[in-house]
C-alpha cells in the first residue's frame, strides 16, 4: 500500500554532499502525524538516526549529526530529501527512509548503498 524507495548516487567523494531523496506513494506526507525520517546502518555498526521531516514542514535532527544535515520536501510530488555535508569515509552506509505515525508504528523502505570513497 504504501510504499518509500530511497534514490541517490551509490559512491560520493570525500568532502562532498550526499543527497538522497525518498519518493513516498500511498500516502501523502502532509498526512496528519506523519514524521518522515531517515535512518542509517553503517557495515558492522547498529542503525541510526539521523532526523526528520513532519507532516507540517518541522525538522528534527540528531544532535551528533545536526551540524551538516539537511532534511527537506517537496509536497508536490511527496519526496523528502536527505543532504549529508563534508562526507567521510566513516559516512559509508546503507541509508534507508522511513516514517512514524503513533500507534501506527515505524516502517521503512528497502535502503539504498552510499559509499564515500575517492
Known amino acids: 500500500q504504501m510504499q518509500m524507495q530511497e534514490s541517490g548516487p551509490g559512491l560520493v567523494k570525500p568532502s562532498q554532499t550526499l543527497s538522497l531523496t525518498c519518493s513516498v506513494s500511498?500516502?501523502?506526507?502532509?498526512?496528519?502525524?506523519?514524521?518522515w525520517s531517515w535512518i542509517r546502518q553503517p557495515p558492522g555498526k547498529g542503525l541510526e538516526w539521523m532526523g526528520a521531516?513532519?507532516?507540517?514542514?518541522?525538522?528534527y535532527y540528531s544532535p551528533s549529526l545536526k551540524s551538516r544535515t539537511s532534511i527537506s520536501r517537496d509536497t508536490s510530488k511527496n519526496q523528502f530529501t536527505l543532504q549529508l555535508s563534508s562526507v567521510t569515509p566513516a559516512d559509508t552506509a546503507v541509508y534507508y527512509c522511513g516514517r512514524e505515525c503513533g500507534t501506527l508504528g515505524f516502517a521503512w523502505g528497502q535502503g539504498t548503498q552510499v559509499t564515500v570513497s575517492s
Open positions: 521531516i513532519d507532516y507540517s514542514g518541522s525538522t
Open positions: 500511498g500516502r501523502s506526507i502532509t498526512t496528519n502525524c506523519y514524521y
